[in-house]
């Protein structure tokens, strides 16, 4: 997949598991690990997006290890957590990562290529439902974004990623309601002028 899809499914898995693990879905330090970890993956690709970004190493993993080769196994999943762990990092910095890094092989799973999870062994694991960078792949990642948000734990994810996303301010919001605010009346509540009036007429005559 491309690295905008792998960005979105990053994005969406955290906002799924992070409530589950019981640490807060929008905090932004850890929704950017998240990201960062579904892009990690493509290390092994020079002309990738984080490949591009830290050559020569993603040149010696190409010509070494090949693209979707060891970058893209569970044991390199393995590996990230151990040396995370191994170098005390905390749980709130290694979950996201390693979930950002599970959603970018889930979602090269939904390509023809598919993955050698079980690098070094041979054998590829594919559910080819989308070529990457066809007209069909951003229907796939919308079709999981709609699960993610459909899955989200707590009304209060739900509420923080419509205000984020402002999606009240262009969908109806009959969709979102009540995650939506009531609109703002457009005009000021009319003066009331009977009890003026009536104070007046009860006036004195004459």
């Known amino acids: 997949m491309m690295a905008g899809s792998h960005v ?16 807060p879905a929008m905090e932004p330090i850890q929704l950017v690990l998240a990201i ?9 690709h020079p002309q990738s997006w984080v490949g591009r970004r830290v050559r020569p ?28 762990l191994h170098d005390g990092y905390s749980r709130a910095i290694v979950a ?14 939904f390509t023809p290529r598919g993955l050698r999870l079980a690098w070094p062994l041979k054998g590829t694991w594919a559910l080819p439902l989308c070529r990457s960078g066809s007209p069909f792949e951003p229907l796939v ?7 993610a948000w459909c899955s989200a734990a707590t009304p209060q994810t739900r509420q923080a990623i ?11 919001s ?12 457009l005009h000021a509540k009319p003066r009331k002028r009977s009890s003026v009036l009536a104070s007046t007429r009860s006036g004195p005559r004459g």
């Open 57 to 84: 190493l993603s040149n010696f993993i190409a010509a070494t290890l090949g693209h979707r080769g060891a970058t893209h196994s569970l044991l390199a999943v393995v590996g990230c957590a151990w040396l995370l």
């Open 96 to 109: 996201p990562i390693l979930v950002g890094y599970l959603s970018h092989l889930a979602g090269d799973l």
């Open 141 to 147: 990642v919308a079709s999981v974004l709609l699960w």
């Open 174 to 185: 009959d969709l979102f309601a009540p995650l939506c605010p009531p609109p703002r009346q």
């Open 8 to 23: 979105a499914l990053g994005a969406a898995a955290w906002l799924v598991v992070a409530p589950r693990l019981g640490l």
């Open 36 to 44: 960062g970890g579904a892009l990690l993956p493509d290390i092994d």
């Open 162 to 172: 419509v205000s984020a996303t402002k999606a009240c301010a262009w969908v109806p």
